[in-house]
């Protein structure tokens, strides 16, 4: 497994090479498709993009929680949490199963 992190400038430098758009438009192409995307999870919208995966927002509820170090109980409040579900075709892909596109 590699240590590399793929950053916000990664995405923007790879538009750049692929699509030809200048690295000023690239970078704030990268910035609109993320902006769109955490505007619909905050409205509480899924967000599915075709052969990689959904985003999505879930509500947890409250519960009890335990100190591991000292065992003390303390209640965990309720929360949202977003969930990420591969599709199958990412999957499939990072299990090496199919022949990358």
């Known amino acids: 497994m590699s240590d590399h ?3 916000r400038a ?3 430098e790879a538009v750049y090479e692929e699509v030809g758009l200048s690295r000023n438009e690239s ?3 990268v910035e609109a498709v993320l902006e769109e995307m955490m505007g619909a ?3 509480g919208d899924n967000v599915k993009i075709s052969s990689f995966g959904s985003f999505s ?3 947890k509820s409250e519960r009890i929680g335990r100190n591991p ?3 003390v109980e303390v209640p965990i409040l309720p929360r949202k949490v977003m969930v990420f579900r591969a599709s199958h075709v990412l999957k499939e ?3 090496g199963e199919t022949d990358s596109k």
Do not use: F, H, M
Request: aromatic share 0%; hydrophobic share 45%.
């Open 93 to 95: 892909l990072i299990n």
């Open 10 to 12: 990664d995405l923007a």
């Open 27 to 29: 970078s704030d192409l």
């Open 41 to 43: 999870l905050i409205e």
């Open 69 to 71: 170090k000292t065992g």
């Open 57 to 59: 927002v879930r509500q």
């Open 5 to 7: 992190t793929v950053t």
